[in-house]
Structure formats: C-alpha cells, structure tokens
C-alpha cells in the first residue's frame, strides 16, 4: 500500500521567538516492510539551519534553527511510503522464547550482542516488577515467542483502559502499571518493560496509523494521527511490530517514522526556544492512500463527524491537536 | 644552607623521630625498617633547620598567601562555605623522577587507553558487540549519551584532559584508584599550590631541584587552539562553569585567567549558524572550543539533559556540525564508570596490544559468573560496591556485617549481579603531613593530570597530594577535601641548567587575549562599582555621625537644638533605605537613642541595606567576576571580606569600637577604587564598574544634600552640619584654603555640588558619567544620543545652570531650601533613569529558554 502523509504541526507563541533550536524524528526510514519514497520538511519562519543526521538507531533525525523573531512555527513533514504487510510463520511454528533469550546473551553472538541494548531499561522504561509479572503470564515455559507475545498485546488491549485523559508524557510506567489505563505510547511502554524484564529484544516504534471513515462517509482532514506500538526481535524474522492499542500485528496501515529504546529517544518534535511566553499549539495528520481509487480524497466534506472505522475492532476515538 | 651545618641539626629530636608509620602501610618516607628514604633527607633537613618559629611563620605567610588569593574549595557544598579557604599543608609530597618517569610511562598508556574505549564507544561499538565490554553495563548507563553517538570527534581526541588518583599498596607498588575523565576537577589548585609552596620555601624549593609546571599548561593551550576547527591561531577558547555557587568556582576562574580564556556560564552562550557564540555587549563572538567545567550531560538541554540550566541549547549540534571542539568531549563521563577498572586489562591487551601498565585496585563485576565465583570464595577481603545507587545501597565490607546482614548481601548479589560489582580492599599509602610542629602519617592519595598532545599525552610533572585530616578519615575521589600537598619530582641529581629559566614563565600565560566582556560581566561589574562606592560613603557617613554624637554626649538633652545630628541620622535613613531608621513612625524614640540603632546598621547581617548587606554584595559580585581581578585587587576583596567578618562574628557592642573596625574599612575600600582605577585595563568592564561607581557617588551625594542641607539649621548649628558635609565629602581642606568669606553654604554648594574640579562634588559624576558613557559600544541602529547618554546630559545640564544663589535661600515658612530640594529631587530622578536605560540597553539577559515543544508535540495522538 502506497501513503502520502501529511504532518503538519503549529505552535503560536504569545510573545515572539527570538532563537529556537528543535530535532524532528519525522522521515520514515527504509525498514523491512516500509520503502520511503519520498520525504520532505518544511519549516515556516526558513530556518537558518537545517541538518540532517542519522542517530544511534538508525533513524533520520532533522535539526533545525530558526534565527528570526517569530510568533508562530509551522513544521510541514510531507512523506510518501510504500508498506507492505510482513509475512508471519505459524505463531506456534516459532521458536521457543527462552532460546531467543539466550541467544541475546551469548556473549560469542555479536549481531545480537550489539542488539542488547534493547533488552535494558531505558529512561522511560524501568526494570518493573508489574510489568515483567504481568507479561510472565503469558509467557510459559516453551511457549512459542510469536504466539506468546500476540496474547500478550492482547492482553494489554482487553485490560487497559484507552483514555487520553489518564496520563501525560510524564506519567511513570509503574503509575500506568497501576492504574491500567493510558494511551498507545503508554501500552507500548507496557509491553516493553515486560518483555525485557524476560531478557528479550524489545523498541519503541513511532509512525502512523491509517484510519478510514465509515462507509458512504468522507475522510476528514487532519483526522489522522501519530501512534506507536512496539516491536520484538525474533531471530531469523527480525524486529516484528505489535499494536497494542489495537490488538492487531501492524500490515499495511501502520507508518513507521523511528525507533527507539522508548518515547524519549523518537520524540517527533522537541524544542528549546527563547522568549514565547505562552503558546499554543495544533496538530494535523493526514495518511491518504496514493492509489487512485482510494485516496483521491475529496474536499473537507460537510460530512459529520465520522467514527474513524478501525481495521480490527474499535480503534479509540481520536483527539486532536494535543 | 650548607652542608655542615646539619650534622648539629640532625641530632635534634622533633619532626622526624617521632614518626611512626601507621601499620600494613607503605609510607611514602620512612621505610619499615624506620629508615628515612634518601630523597626525602634534604627537604627534612631544611625543615629542620628553619626551627619551630622559622616554620610557624612560613605556615602563617602559607596561610595569609592563600586567604589572600581567595584560593576557597567548597566541599560538600556548604551553604556558607563559599569562602571556605583551601587547606595547604607546607611539607610537600616527593616522588624521585626515576620513579615518576615509570608512572608517566604508565599514565600515557591508560589515557591512550582510555582514548580509543570512547572512540569506540561512541563510533563502531566493537567492544560491546565483541563482549569485551558486557553491554548491560555500559548500553544501560545514563553516562552513555547516546545523541552524542557517531558525533566526529576533533583528531580522534576525546580525551583531552585527564586525572588519576594513585595510591601505593603496602608493597610498594603505584595503583590507580579513580580516573576523572569528563573535566577533571584540580590542577588549578596544584598550581596554586606551587605557587604558594615556591614562595614561602624559595630556597627549599629551589635546590630541591623541582620539575616545573609550566609546560604543561601552554600544552593544554596549543592542544585546545590546535584542536579548534578554525583559526588555530586566533581560536576563542572560553572556560564553561556552572556559575559562583559551584565548588571549585575559584579553580574555574583561576584557570581561566592563567589560561587566558574567557570565563562564562552556560547563558552567555548561544548556537547560531550552527556554532557557538558568546553574547558580549552588542555583539556576538565566534567561540572555537570550549574548556568545559560542567558534567556533560548538563551541557545541552535539546539533546540531553532537559532541565538543564547549565548548558547551551544545541551544543551538541554545533559539535557535529564540526564548528566547535569540547575538552572533554562530550560523553566523555562514560570512562568513569565503576565497573571499567575490572575489564582494563583485557581491553588494554586487546586495543594497544600490551599489558597495563599502572594496574587498578582489583576490581571485578559479578555479571561475569567465573568473577563471581571469585569473589564469593574471597568476600571478606573486599568492598561490595552496588553500580545503581539510586536505590539507597551502600558500599559494603563483608567482613564487618553481622550474619543477616551478611546473608541479605549475599542474596542481592546471587539475584541480581551485574549489578554489583568487588573491589580488592586497599590500605593507601601514607605520607608525612606537617601537624603544628610534628610530622604525622596520614593516608594520601596522588592525583596526576595529563593533557593530549599532537601525538600522545602529556603528564603534569607534579599534582595535586591530598592526605586525610585525621588519621581515619577516608579520601573520596569525586571531591577533593582533605590537606592539599604539593608535589615535587624531584631529580636525585642536580639539573641545575633546567631551573635557571623556568621560575619566571610559571606566572606568566604565554599570550592572553583581551577577553570580551558579557552582559552577565558588565552587569556585575556595575554592581561592584556601586556597592563599593555605597560601602565607602556609608562608612564615610556613619564615621562622621559617630563623631558628632561624641561630641555631644549629652545628646539625648540637646536634640531639639542639634539639627545637625538629626540631619545626620536622616541621611543614614535616606541614604541606606534601611528602616526602621530615622525617619517614619517612632523615629523620635530612636532619635533620642540612636546608638542601637546605628550598631544594627554597621553590623547585623540581616538588616536590609545594612552595612554588612553591602559589603556582603559587593563580595559576590566580585566573586562572579573574578576572573577580572587582579591578585592585588582580590587581595583587597579577601581584606573588606575579613572586615565584614569582625563585624558581624563579633558585634561590637559601642560606637567607639566599631569606630576602630570602620576605619580599616575604608581605607581597604579606597584601595579597592585605586586599584580598579590604576590597576584595571580601561576596557569595557571597566567602564561598567565606573559607571557604577559615579552614578552611585552622584545618588549618595544628592540624598546627603538633601538631608543635610534643605532643612535650614540655626545659626550654631550651621558649622556643624557644613563640617559634616564636608568630612564625608571629604573636602575639608579645600573648603578652608578656597573660601574665608562668602554665604556659607552657597560656598558649600559651589564646592561639592557645583564643582566640576572636586571629585567628590555632584558636578564631576556627571562629568565622568557623560564621558564613560560616550565610551560605551553602541547599537549598529542607534543615531544621535542614546537614552543613557540624553539622561546623563539632562542631569549634567540641570547643575551647570543651577543658581546657587537662589538655591541657598529659604521658602516663605523660612525652614527649608525648597529651590535645593527641587533640585536635588530632579537629579535623584535623573540618576534612576540612567541607571534604568543602563540596565535595558547593556545588561537585558537573553530571555531563558523554554523547553515545550516538547510535551505537546510529542505525544502520540491514538
């Protein structure tokens, strides 16, 4: 499936800006399943500066500065992707975890040793004993990886509670843990605190998610919105996705922009800015299928407000510009 | 001093006889056979014979020399131990050059060591992926930065400067106990210490035969102008610090100013055009390398730690971009992980292809099962040290837990031990410290200094002893507390031709630049101006009304008839804006009783605008500009500093004794002015401080008009209140040899407000102001005068054309000059408008950054 997807993010300060440096993870990178073909940001007020650099995990990181008064920034990340849907084994047909565990730590095993990091605590993930306790229970002795850590997403998916409302970006894991209630980001930090209390392999994945209108519904614009989920390294499969918040193995319709150990490393967009006072801000995403029949999208429609129609079951209701 | 002078000597007891070496321990000068080691003998010898009172009185020059240079080390931050002085022991530690030609050998080999792990580190990561280094410790620790991963490091040289600390095991042998890697904290303290060390022993020092510790400072000089990405010649390097709360703030500035370098705090700085720039007055600096005092992850909140301060926003970034060079680079923190020393060995045989030279205390990590074996087989002989702290654990000796305690240790590590790592516990070498009039065996720890060069490291021949202060105390590597030693390598056979040149080039930095003065600068050096000018006529002013009031001591009878005295105490009031004081509800009372009020003004630290509030002002605006001042004139802060401390440790309970503290007060606060006025280069700091300093005389000197002369006095009391004027104006003997005749206050007024000839009238401030300030740089877009500059003129403008006949006569009730006090009132106007459009157009700090795209950008909307 091809996508064109539009990011557009928009800050207004109160007071001018005099100087402002920020870092952008918003080019999706050339993944397994994923061909970028094409991708561009553009920054209002013209930067002074702007840089690419490719970080520790590979992903493409923009740098840019912008060095003229200003009162308000728009950043314009404008893609185009081709993702195709990974081809999956039997989930029994996998090998056992524990075997996978042990691979990461053979010390002999360089590929895998150099992938070890993942299995560590990060800054936003650390060791929790919640979280390890409630993926060991999906994870039984032998049990095949693949089929273990499909029940686990679906386990997150049943038994935490979607609600953009219950945390922030500084909520602690053990508070999700807790409270068992969150947002995509916060499910995917689940997952992964679990999964490398076990010794396994596990990132943060950034991207998008294609939504669609119901039937005989318009598409509205900006309707759309960043996501993440997490990912497992499966030898011999590589680093497969898993969507919590959906319950559903990322296909066609899931973006990827970076990876990282969690949010932190894969921010979208972070900032220093000097003066502003106050500011407010918007966010619009757009994901739009490229084939003609599909995405020749039309106008803003005065359509109502469509439920976005998830693949799978029902996809929570999206807030926007937050 | 001649040989045969000793043999007498040598029979004395004292110093060395009674040394006893602590046991299970190599003392560095008396063998455990009791000998003394031969290159300790002639140190010894001389020490001897400068006798009991001979070496008293060097410690006291040791002493003052230090409190003079303001040499200050704030250990475990105290809240007032700012001036916390640095303690020196006068018996330096020796280490034989052969000797010290093994360690060097062996230090240039763990800094080239250590180079190529945080190449690797943050380039290929081959150790990692090889397991030569577990991944668990080192992908894991926040001392990893990542964002400074694959960052292209100036000639492969991360680590530019370098620290260990050594100690001897009871055999003998040197072993490495801590290595400082990110910006290692002292060798500004070990020049110190020569330079006191060298000063108060010359002859001692000087046939000791000492190598030198020049050399090794112009090397971190042409290393880091070598390094720059541009201008090698002409490369800016500036001196980061975290600021004058810091502990080793005095080392940062002392540095900066030995260097040359420019002193700034991280909001000085900011990255444009993808470099680094200091912020001077109206302009912008390109910065080529920054000699950082400041942990790295503080450095830069875009990429790495968020909440800081302390950094500059996209320093990082300006680094990659090849436009700036950090010593150390950054993650350079990473080497100082506890767990390194335990895979050293292996990583040196691996990387340079030879055997470690200096071995570690030695250390291994439980994560590895074969170490763990060891360590449980042996764990009463080690220190169990937990890598994560957070967690409250401490380090642990086996031996001396009780069974469960024991037991629970044991567990912790059996569940989770990569997280623990044991190290060989270690008796330090002692050294000889000089107690009072003993030598006494202290455990000493050694730290060396290396710095890179084009083609390796060079090793500071010398560094920084520490020894404990009591004989159980312990040393910890990241502070540097305990009794500083200098230290000596001393040649065995005279290099008498080495020594003859050197001693003049140690004081001297080879080329220093006129550094560029910041906002932060400028608006400090104000500050200094007009808190010592606002000391100094506070003095002046509290002198006379103290004399005054003895005068008359039946005061509390004669107040309704003594204008003078009231107007005295008024002026304090008005002057300090210190109250209750004089004026207001109650004054009455206080007037008929002035005295308590007056002791609480010269010294109760807590009363606003008191005096010990000034001077307390004026030290820490220098404190934050230290770097500016010369040794003299810091001598003169250490002198006002000393004073303040008499009247507030001891508060004088009369007049008369405070008189006796105030009047070294003010000659120390002249010399202070003479100094920054004969002493300071006549740059744009110091027309700061100069600004300061006239635009206060003019405030201080209108409110004493005003006080003084504006209420009309009678007829007896007329002479006292011009007296008074006069002696705190200090114009006396011009006012007697110019005027016999005449009004008497007209001729007053002519003298010290008119005047543009008395530096002390109103007239000759604004003379000066209109000068200093014409001086100042100015905005590419200003046309005709500044705002400064129309205020200053108004002012100037305002005396010129004043009538001081008109001025002098009183209102219709006949009780007050109103013309003066209009007058007086206009210039106070003028003199906070200058002050204001000052503080706008030079000292607006950039407004600090925010971090926010952040938090709502970020966050992932499904």
Not at chain 1, 46 to 71: C, K, L, T
Not at chain 1, 126 to 152: C, K, M, N, Q, W
Not at chain 2, 54 to 78: C, F, K, P, S
Not at chain 2, 291 to 311: A, I, K, N, T
Request: aromatic residues 6%.
């Amino acid at each position: 499936m091809r996508f064109r997807i539009n990011h557009v993010t928009r800050y207004e300060y109160a007071e001018p800006v005099s100087l402002c440096h920020s870092i952008a993870h918003l080019k999706p990178p050339q993944t397994a399943r994923q061909r970028c073909l094409s991708s561009q940001i553009r920054v209002d007020p013209w930067p002074a500066v702007h840089r690419e650099h490719e970080d520790f995990f590979g992903n493409r990181v923009s740098y840019f500065s912008i060095q003229q008064a200003h009162d308000a920034l728009e950043v314009r990340a404008q893609s185009e992707v081709e993702v195709v849907a990974p081809t999956l084994p039997q989930p029994e047909a996998t090998q056992p975890w524990e075997r996978i565990v042990d691979r990461l730590h053979d010390r002999y095993d360089e590929p895998m040793t150099d992938l070890r990091i993942f299995t560590l605590s990060s800054p936003l993930v650390p060791p929790d004993p919640d979280a390890l306790a409630y993926a060991a229970e999906s994870f039984s002795p032998g049990r095949p990886i693949l089929e273990a850590t499909v029940e686990l997403m679906g386990r997150i998916f049943r038994d935490f509670v979607y609600d953009p409302t219950s945390t922030t970006i500084a909520t602690p894991l053990a508070e999700v843990m807790e409270q068992r209630k969150g947002v995509c980001q916060d499910f995917a930090h689940v997952a992964i605190a679990g999964l490398r209390g076990l010794g396994l392999a596990s990132r943060y994945v950034s991207g998008y998610l294609e939504t669609l209108p119901p039937p005989g519904q318009v598409k509205l614009q900006g309707a759309d919105a960043s996501h993440a989920w997490f990912s497992v390294l499966i030898p011999n499969l590589g680093w497969i996705d898993f969507d919590p918040t959906n319950d559903q193995i990322p296909g066609e319709q899931h973006i990827t922009t970076a990876v990282g150990r969690d949010f932190q490393d894969v921010t979208p967009l972070r900032g220093i800015f000097y003066g502003g006072g106050t500011h407010e801000l918007r966010v619009a995403v757009d994901v739009n299928r490229v084939e003609p029949a599909v995405s020749e999208v039309a106008d803003v429609g005065e359509a109502p407000d469509p439920a976005p129609r998830p693949p799978t079951s029902a996809l929570p209701p999206q807030p926007q510009g937050r | 001093m001649s040989v045969p002078d000793l043999a007498p000597l040598l029979e004395q007891s004292g110093l060395v006889d009674a040394y006893t070496p602590l046991p299970e321990r190599y003392d560095e000068m008396r063998t455990v056979e009791g000998e003394v080691r031969p290159h300790w003998q002639y140190v010894l010898d001389a020490l001897r014979t400068l006798g009991p009172s001979g070496i008293e009185a060097r410690w006291r020059e040791a002493t003052r020399m230090v409190r003079d240079n303001g040499v200050t080390y704030n250990l475990n931050a105290e809240p007032r131990g700012m001036s916390r002085p640095w303690e020196l022991d006068l018996l330096p530690l020796l280490i034989r050059s052969e000797e010290w030609a093994d360690l060097e050998r062996g230090l240039i080999q763990r800094a080239d060591l250590l180079n190529q792990i945080l190449l690797d580190l943050y380039g290929p990561r081959r150790l990692i992926r090889s397991g030569l280094l577990p991944a668990e410790l080192f992908d894991a620790s926040p001392e990893y930065l990542l964002p400074c991963h694959g960052v292209e490091v100036a000639g492969h040289r991360p680590l530019i400067q370098y620290a260990a600390d050594l100690t001897r095991t009871p055999d003998g042998h040197w072993r490495i106990i801590g290595d400082r890697t990110q910006s290692p904290l002292g060798f500004g303290y070990a020049l110190e210490n020569r330079v006191v060390l060298s000063r108060v022993l010359p002859s001692m020092f000087r046939d000791s035969h000492v190598h030198r510790l020049a050399g090794f400072f112009r090397s971190i000089r042409r290393t880091l102008t070598r390094l720059a990405p541009r201008r090698a010649e002409h490369a800016r390097v500036v001196v980061l610090t975290p600021g004058p709360e810091n502990e080793a703030y005095f080392e940062h500035a002392y540095l900066a100013n030995y260097l040359g370098f420019t002193l700034v705090q991280g909001g000085d700085l900011s990255v444009r055009d993808g470099a680094l720039w200091l912020r001077t007055l109206g302009r912008l600096e390109r910065i080529d390398a920054v000699l950082r005092r400041v942990d790295d992850g503080w450095c830069d909140p875009l990429e790495l730690r968020e909440d800081s301060f302390l950094g500059v926003p996209g320093l990082v970034q300006a680094v990659r971009a090849g436009n700036l060079v950090i010593a150390n680079a950054l993650g350079s923190g990473i080497l100082e992980h506890p767990a390194l020393p335990a895979f050293l060995p292996s990583l040196c045989r691996e990387l340079l292809g030879e055997e470690l030279q200096i071995p570690d205390i030695p250390t291994w990590w439980c994560g590895d099962p074969d170490s763990l074996t060891r360590v449980l087989d042996r764990l009463d002989q080690l220190v169990i040290k937990p890598l994560n702290k957070r967690h409250g654990e401490r380090c642990l000796f086996p031996e001396t837990l009780d069974a469960p305690a024991r037991a629970a240790l044991l567990q912790a590590i059996r569940e989770r031990p990569h997280s623990y790592i044991a190290q060989e516990r270690v008796k330090t070498s002692t050294a000889p410290a000089l107690i009072g009039q003993h030598l006494e065996p202290r455990p000493s720890v050694l730290r060396t200094f290396l710095t890179a060069e084009e083609d390796g490291y060079a090793v500071m021949p010398g560094g920084l002893g520490r020894v404990t202060p009591t004989n159980d105390a312990a040393l910890n590597s990241n502070q540097l507390g305990g009794l500083a030693k200098d230290v000596w390598v001393v040649a065995s056979e005279p290099e008498r031709q080495e020594s003859l040149l050197v001693t003049t080039e140690m004081h001297t930095p080879a080329v220093t630049q006129e550094s560029e003065v910041s906002s932060r600068v400028a608006d400090n050096l104000f500050w200094i101006g007009r808190y010592a000018e606002r000391a100094e006529g506070l003095v002046r002013l509290l002198r006379i009304t103290i004399f005054k009031l003895s005068e008359r001591s039946d005061y509390a009878a004669s107040t309704g008839d003594s204008c003078c005295l009231r107007s005295l105490l008024e002026a304090l009031t008005n002057q300090t804006q210190s109250f209750p004081g004089f004026i207001g509800t109650g004054a009455a009372e206080r007037l008929r009783n002035p005295v308590p009020e007056m002791l609480s003004l010269i010294s109760d630290p807590a009363r606003l605008g008191g005096l010990p509030q000034t001077l307390q002002a004026l030290g820490q605006a220098a404190y934050s500009v230290r770097d500016r001042l010369s040794a003299d004139t810091w001598r003169i802060v250490s002198d006002i500093e000393a004073h303040l401390g008499n009247l507030t440790h001891e508060a004088p309970g009369q007049l008369s004794l405070a008189l006796d503290e105030l009047d070294p007060l003010i000659t120390s606060l002249v010399a202070f002015s003479a100094l920054t006025q004969e002493n300071m280069t006549h740059n744009e700091g110091w027309h700061f401080l100069e600004i300061g300093r006239r635009l206060e005389r003019a405030a201080s000197t209108a409110s004493l008009l005003r006080s003084m002369l504006v209420p009309i006095a009678g007829e007896a009391d007329e002479n006292m209140v011009i007296e008074a004027v006069l002696g705190v104006t200090d114009s006396l003997i011009t006012y007697r040899r110019r005027y016999r005749a005449g009004t008497r206050i007209g001729a007053l007024l002519d003298l010290v407000f008119q005047d543009e000839g008395n530096p002390r009238a109103l007239a000759y401030q604004l003379v000066q102001l209109e000068r200093l300030v014409s001086e100042l740089p100015r905005g590419d877009m200003a046309v005709g005068r500044t705002a400064v500059e129309k205020h200053v003129l108004k002012g100037l403008t305002g005396i010129r054309l004043a009538e001081i006949d008109s001025m002098v006569q009183p209102d219709k009730a006949g009780a007050r000059r109103a013309a003066l006090a209009a007058m007086l009132a206009e210039l106070d106007r003028q003199s906070a408008a200058i002050s204001d459009a000052i503080t706008a157009q030079y000292f607006r700090h950039e407004e600090q950054p925010h971090s926010l795209l952040r938090r709502a950008a970020a966050r992932g909307a499904s």
